[in-house]
């Protein structure tokens, strides 16, 4: 990548690497969220690691928050450091803590592992003199480079108390350097070690990793003659730390026991183990407390190395032999062998020979068709409205603005060519489980329902009074978007009154809702809205630059948001705009994408101009932007390119637990971007929603307060009267 592309996106993701925001859990206790990020990296070649560093906030972690997924990341390793390996912040090569002081090893995720939360009483101390660890540093370990532009931000979240617990929490790692002979059906690598501190430890939680010849992961404790379980798993399934049912004690003169159980058949060739794809590794971590009061057993950090073969002889059978088959785990931990991307595959400037207008909007069909709403030969700029919102040219267009294309790959058909003579200036457009269509016109100030009826749109009924703006509840100014819930109808009422307004499926007014200002449920432009199937909207706040989370009822989701700004960067205009990708219910973004581009981007061709419109097909393989910029009004289309279906594993629910959610009115997903499109798209992540008096929550917007710099203030308005 180009270093200074890389230099800007650190700058825009620095307030990300260190991000935290208080939310409160209980009456008694303040739960910090701390967030450590990589930068925006591109991996640069097969089996690529790197870090990143951040100075630690004292206080106490209680849990963890991944925020990757196994098609961008083989596996992220958390340390607590004395010293980083480089003072740099950010580092290529395989170094995690610096020489010279202690390497602790606080959480590990890989395989699509889901949250974690430690026991009651239970945390890791951080940030404190005793405690060593005055850095957390990140090693992210990517399996092969990208396709397309991507920028990697994945990273984990903290869940940081200031409450010291009555017991401390530390890792223990097994580790095996036995290479393995090929052509055997089970080759057992075994760990060995003896206990020695007289401070006893307590397992509570274990993880298996190793690479695609791994079958079972176990491990055991002997005391008195007699063998204990820790745990034991399949690396294949999502590697999380699985709890210990039990309670265990380990004591001075225990002897600690681990095997990894391969199956070499179909290697040529002896197998060493390593860091790379093609060595093998084999890995138990042994998560464990110990009493706050007394000394760490492990004051350097802990791990176990040795091999003992004589020691092992009396291993329990049951940590050799292997597990019943999980399916759905296995396909849920699946790490694709194609490369993770998202790939420019076409840019429309036609559509069966139409050329194409500001493409204002874009919405699916139930045939999973896409339509189109373009402005034709009409542009929106500082002539097009007076002082007073009414629009100058008071006739419709003439020609169609709605086109219903099929595609297949970059290959497009207009099926129909719909509403000419009907729009004076479209903006938004959604279609409904019936295929209704529904419109805002930002020209006429009305929102719209349609039927398609061959090659007619056929209008169902009109909701405001057309040409004429307005704040009150007969009237709209500049409607925006529309989507539908259930029975009724949300729409961003939106240049004007910076509103949402609920509509029954008649067109009436039931109510609405929102204020202008900066508060959490207030709006400065509401521009965008969409909703998702658990009842749940979304709307893109422009001018305060963040998109607002709501919700009517309890429910849960597994989404990912997709959020395009409208212009670049001020005084980054050469890097060119990224579609940014954020987890749902997390406010932090996980990757961005953009055209196809390598190297410096002004001199790689064709780059977004002013994005205005994004939706994601329905099977979550394709991406279309809509593009208004002056004399370049584009359609950009690209593929997403993994090994199976984004949509595929959200319709696994394995039961994981959840870390605690805030108990606060508003959250809010503050990311200052101009125009924040979005789409859902099902995925990984499962969430909780708490029903509110008003129907309305937000992404807590208080971790992206840093986000308010020199280098960002340019997402939030140029002054354009152009949208």
């Not at 269509?437 to 009109?462: A, C, F, M, Q």
């Not at 202008?516 to 893109?540: C, K």
């Not at 996980?590 to 002004?602: N, W």
């Not at 205005?612 to 359609?635: N, Q, W, Y």
Request: aromatic letters at 10%; proline letters at 6%; a neutral charge.
């Amino acid at each position: 990548m180009n270093d200074r592309i890389l230099f800007n996106l650190l700058l825009i993701s620095l307030s990300f690497c260190c991000c935290s925001a208080a939310v409160r859990t209980t009456k008694n206790e303040e739960i910090q969220k701390f967030t450590i990020q990589m930068i925006g990296y591109s991996p640069q070649k097969t089996d690529d690691y790197v870090a990143v560093s951040v100075e630690a906030t004292p206080g106490y972690v209680v849990g963890f928050e991944p925020m990757a997924h196994a098609d961008r990341v083989h596996h992220m390793l958390l340390y607590g450091c004395t010293m980083p390996a480089s003072e740099q912040g950010f580092w290529r090569g395989m170094e995690t803590c610096g020489w010279g002081g202690g390497s602790y090893i606080l959480y590990a995720w890989a395989r699509n592992a889901p949250n974690l939360v430690l026991p009651k009483d239970v945390a890791f101390s951080v940030g404190h003199e005793q405690d060593g660890i005055k850095y957390f540093v990140l090693q992210v370990h990517y399996a092969q480079p990208f396709a397309g532009e991507i920028h990697d931000f994945s990273g984990v979240t903290m869940h940081i108390s200031q409450r010291k617990p009555m017991n401390l929490a530390a890792v223990m790692l097994f580790v095996s350097g036995t290479p393995i002979p090929p052509q055997l059906p089970a080759f057992q690598n075994n760990i060995t070690c003896m206990f020695q501190s007289t401070t006893p430890i307590h397992p509570f939680a274990f993880r298996t990793h190793t690479h695609a010849m791994g079958r079972l992961v176990s491990a055991f404790f002997k005391h008195d003659g007699h063998w204990t379980k820790i745990g034991k798993r399949n690396p294949q399934w999502p590697q999380l730390f699985e709890a210990i049912p039990s309670k265990l004690t380990i004591g001075r003169g225990d002897q600690m026991s681990a095997s990894c159980r391969f199956d070499s058949m179909d290697k040529n060739r002896t197998v060493n183990m390593g860091a790379m794809g093609v060595d093998e590794m084999c890995n138990f971590y042994m998560m464990f407390h110990y009493d706050a009061k007394l000394d760490n057993p492990y004051p350097q950090g802990a791990i176990c190395a040795q091999d003992s073969p004589q020691l092992m002889k009396d291993y329990p059978v049951d940590g050799f032999e292997l597990l019943p088959s999980r399916p759905e785990l296995e396909h849920h931990a699946h790490q694709s062998k194609v490369p993770f991307g998202i790939v420019q595959e076409a840019i429309h400037e036609t559509l069966g020979g139409v050329k194409l207008g500001q493409v204002a909007g874009l919405a699916f069909n139930n045939q999973k068709q896409l339509l189109v709403f373009h402005r034709a030969e009409r542009v929106w700029d500082a002539n097009t409205f007076d002082n007073y919102n009414i629009l100058l040219e008071k006739s419709p267009i003439k020609d169609p603005v709605i086109l219903v294309i099929s595609y297949q790959g970059n290959q497009t058909k207009v099926e129909k060519k719909l509403g000419g003579g009907k729009f004076y200036l479209p903006h938004g457009i959604y279609v409904d489980k019936d295929d209704n269509v529904y419109t805002t016109d930002v020209g006429s100030h009305t929102v719209s329902k349609w039927r398609i009826e061959g090659n007619e749109l056929k209008n169902v009924w009109t909701s405001g009074e057309s040409m004429l703006p307005g704040p009150d509840e007969k009237h709209f100014c500049k409607p925006t978007g529309i989507t539908r819930i259930g029975d009724q109808l949300y729409v961003t009422d939106g240049y004007c009154n910076s509103r949402v307004v609920v509509l029954d499926l008649n067109g009436k007014r039931i109510q609405q809702f929102g204020l202008p200002g900066e508060e959490a449920g207030q709006f400065n432009l509401p521009h965008d809205i969409v909703s998702d199937s658990a009842g749940r909207i979304l709307v893109t706040d422009r001018e305060n630059g963040r998109v607002q989370h709501m919700t009517t009822q309890a429910a849960s989701h597994e989404d990912y948001v997709f959020m395009v700004p409208g212009r670049p960067i001020m005084g980054h205009e050469s890097e060119g705009i990224a579609v940014f990708v954020g987890r749902s219910g997390t406010g932090l973004i996980e990757f961005a994408f953009g055209p196809a581009t390598r190297g410096k981007r002004e001199q790689m061709g064709p780059q977004f101009g002013q994005p205005h419109c994004l939706r994601v097909s329905p099977d979550g393989d394709t991406i279309f932007v809509g593009d208004i910029a002056e004399g370049k009004a584009r359609l950009w289309q690209f593929k997403v390119q993994r090994e199976e279906s984004m949509t595929s594993m959200s319709s696994i629910s394995i039961g994981w637990p959840s870390l605690p959610q805030a108990d606060a009115k508003y959250n809010s997903f503050f990311v200052l971007l101009a125009i924040a499109i979005l789409v859902l798209g099902a995925y990984c992540v499962r969430r909780r929603c708490r029903n509110l008096e008003n129907g309305g929550s937000l992404f807590d917007k208080r971790g992206f307060k840093p986000l308010r710099t020199e280098e960002t203030v340019g997402f939030i308005s140029d002054g354009s009267e152009s949208d």
